[in-house]
């Protein structure tokens, strides 16, 4: 029998991009954003240092992420327009190309898990609306009710976005998170979570839960979470192009992602990717000011928020 594979650990983590400048950022946001980064990746660096699954490394590191209400995913989630909380996932594992994704989602906890149980425990991989809240239930997935997801800042951005007449998140934060992560074995996989933009109508759906735009993960080649204006990433198919550009090209995962994201702002897109490799080459890729990040290895762990870090 062929010896396994033995490589080095990593993980990469974002919570999303957007217009975040130094001099707008104050100073007690900056520092709780670093914490949580750092807390996703302490979860999913937990599971790889100990010889764990990249699968379930960004399950976690995701699952951290949605818990924390600076985030736009799980507790976080902005509000749509007419004031509720609805929000999207999906998960990809490299080794065989498995993928689930919910979206329009109203009452579990962490909706990066439902993903994966629709992934792992139904024929589908795409569910929606009150039939994706249902099969939660059925799977006995931790469920909340409205009070959980409704963070005042989260209202009052909505309220102001009304008071202007617009109709999406004028501030261009695009607070998606995601994790993307290769195991010892080489295996990667590929979380991301959203409560898609501020306002937003009439069933909006962005790029988080479709597989291929927001979300994909490939042994052959890499494993990428997105993060941006999502109907530009899924017009370029942003993860899945940064993939092929890997495999069928011979790019590195740095070529690939800037010329993708490259790709994106010339459509008119902004935002940003973070991408790893069976080999472990990890890289970011973003054209907004700034994007939530961080990576972790066994050699230690990184985190940062501007373009110039």
Known sequence: MPTPRSVPWKLVVHGGAGAMKRDSVPLEEDRSARAALHAALDAGAAILAAGGSALDAVEQAARSLEDDPHFNAGRGSVFTFEGKNEMDASIMDGRDRNAGAVSGVSATRNPISLARRVMEQSPHVLLSREGADQYSIDQNLDQAGPEHFAIPERRRQLEELRAHGNEFDAALKYGTIGAVAV??????????????????????????????????????????SATGAGEFFIRAAVAHEICARIRMCGETAREAADRVIDDVGSLGGRGGVIVVTPAGEAAFAFNTPGMYRGIASAEGAMVAIYDDE
């Not at 590929?190 to 306002?199: E, Y």
């Not at 759906?205 to 735009?213: A, E, F, R």
Request: net charge negative.
């Open 183 to 224: 195991d010892c074995e080489g295996h990667v996989a590929a979380a991301t979570s959203t409560g898609g933009l501020t306002g937003k109508r009439w069933g909006r759906i962005g790029d988080t839960p479709l597989i291929g735009s927001g979300t994909y993960a490939d042994d052959r080649a890499a494993a990428v």
